[in-house]
């Protein structure tokens, strides 16, 4: 066992990969200006770990409405899919380039060996990132969005524009909170609906230190599985890598299949940050449209694949907060709730979108070619007797000059049809383990509230 080659050939592709996944969210961090609200290395060092299948554990506090023993709360499922992208292609790269540096096939126990090590150091060095992704980030309550709502608009009468003497804060399907009084009597409590109001002006002028740190155990079982899906899905895709002896069934079957799917996915991405560039053109914030597409241009596309192909997705928000949700999420989710999110359903927003159906059947019809293209054909066989003859050539008989030789296919049914049939059934196959497998990593989920005192106030 080479052991020098596997170690040095697993440092070169993780160092690349972190230093690749790091200087991307870096960058769209910058772009985004997180790193006004809080020192960019923690953050950087936490969306790696997002990247990279980890989990970020966010928690904060706050002193507002002049009392102490306030508490915000957040939960986040999200991974920046632009960050582990750039990783992936790097970490694969590298270690396919290794294999091939070797000249020869590499046996199970060689292959096994070097990705092992690939995976181990990835995952040691995503761990080692966890440790630095803490941090402390302050919020300004301004920002929150909260004078949209009626009743805190900036025309209101009450202290912070509250207008809690005008009726109080009118929330949409819970009308006037003013008339909450003590919370059915139970008294201690003060009349909160009718402070509502104002103390959400307060608020709007609080600032909030939410807290965020990388959860080890999760990251790092996350890092693991991430790594090793990773080179397995490499050496799935790659047509050019070696393969141990007697796995040529995967390079005749599999590869084919698997790298159309892989190409025209990476296509995918390239068009939607194509557009990503066309929407920042004349945009009054470009700096935010390219950060948001250098984090989670992935995220968008490969959401948009399935949707494309119309699969259902289940979409839904609720609490006071989905007001200031932005436009058109807030029409999406927040007016028919419970009802999912299909492709008829975005193009009542944008009849632009029936475009979205379109790219994704002639993305799958070039997944098809591509694979058809890409399948090896096997070489047709001489059988050795004249063609038309019937029989065998007896002993002592020249098959070979007796008339040109009969060529038959090597697999039955290799004409253009059978061909076709199976590079189907192969595709197909690869395209119902690879869209839920998109699905899941696109699913977003947030999950915010405050509370005061052990009172639930806000939620989203």
Not at 329 to 346: F, K, W, Y
């Amino acid at each position: 066992m080479p052991w020098k080659d596997v170690l040095l050939g697993a440092s070169a592709c993780v160092g690349w990969a972190v230093l690749g996944m790091a200087c991307t969210a870096a960058l769209g961090l910058r772009l985004l200006e997180a790193d006004s609200q809080g020192e960019l290395a923690p953050m950087t060092a936490a969306v790696v770990a997002l990247g990279a299948g980890g989990a970020v554990r966010p928690s904060g506090d706050m002193s507002v409405w002049g009392v102490e023993g306030a508490e915000a709360a957040t939960a986040l499922r999200f991974t920046p899919l632009g960050v582990g992208l750039v990783g992936a292609l790097l970490l694969s790269w590298f270690f396919l380039r290794s294999l091939r540096a070797a000249g020869r096939a590499p046996s199970p126990g060689e292959l096994l060996a070097r990705a092992g090590a690939v995976v181990v150091l990835f995952t040691a060095v995503i761990g080692g990132l966890g440790r630095a992704g803490h941090e402390v980030v302050t919020l300004d309550g301004s920002a929150l969005g909260l004078d949209s709502l009626p009743g805190l608009g900036a025309g209101s009468g009450g202290s912070g524009g509250g207008g809690s003497g005008a009726g109080g804060l009118d929330i949409p399907g819970l009308g006037d909170l003013g008339g909450l009084g003590d919370l059915g009597g139970l008294g201690g409590l003060g009349d909160l609906g009718g402070a509502l109001p104002d103390r959400l002006g307060d608020l709007m002028r609080a600032k909030a230190e939410i807290g965020f740190t990388v959860d080890t155990g999760p990251t790092l079982l996350g890092a693991a599985l991430w790594a090793a899906g990773v080179l397995l899905l490499a050496l799935l895709a790659s047509r050019r890598t070696p393969l141990p002896p007697g796995w040529d069934v995967l390079h005749r079957v599999v590869r084919p299949a698997v790298s159309a799917l892989v190409t025209v996915a990476l296509t995918a991405v390239m068009a939607g940050l194509a557009a990503a560039a066309y929407a920042a053109v004349g945009d009054p914030h470009p700096r935010r449209i390219a950060g948001a597409a250098l984090l989670g241009a992935p995220n968008g596309v490969w959401m948009g694949v399935p949707i494309g192909l119309f699969v259902p997705w289940d979409g839904g928000v609720t609490g006071v907060l989905t007001r200031v949700l932005p436009d058109p999420v807030d029409r999406l989710l927040g007016t028919r709730p419970g009802e999912p999110v299909t492709l008829g359903r975005l193009a009542e927003l944008d009849g632009r979108v029936w475009l979205l159906g379109v790219a994704a059947a002639l993305m799958m019809l070039l997944a098809g070619v591509l694979t058809a293209v890409r399948t090896p054909v096997p070489p047709p066989v001489r059988t050795g007797r004249p063609a038309g003859a019937a029989g065998t050539a007896s002993a002592g008989e020249d098959p070979a000059g007796s008339g040109p030789e009969a060529v038959v296919p090597a697999v039955r049914g290799t004409g253009p049809l059978g061909l076709a049939g199976r590079c189907a059934l192969r595709l197909g196959i690869a395209t119902a383990v690879a869209l839920p497998l998109l699905a899941w990593l696109t699913e977003v989920s947030v999950d915010a509230s405050v509370t005061v005192l052990g009172v639930h106030v806000l939620g989203a």
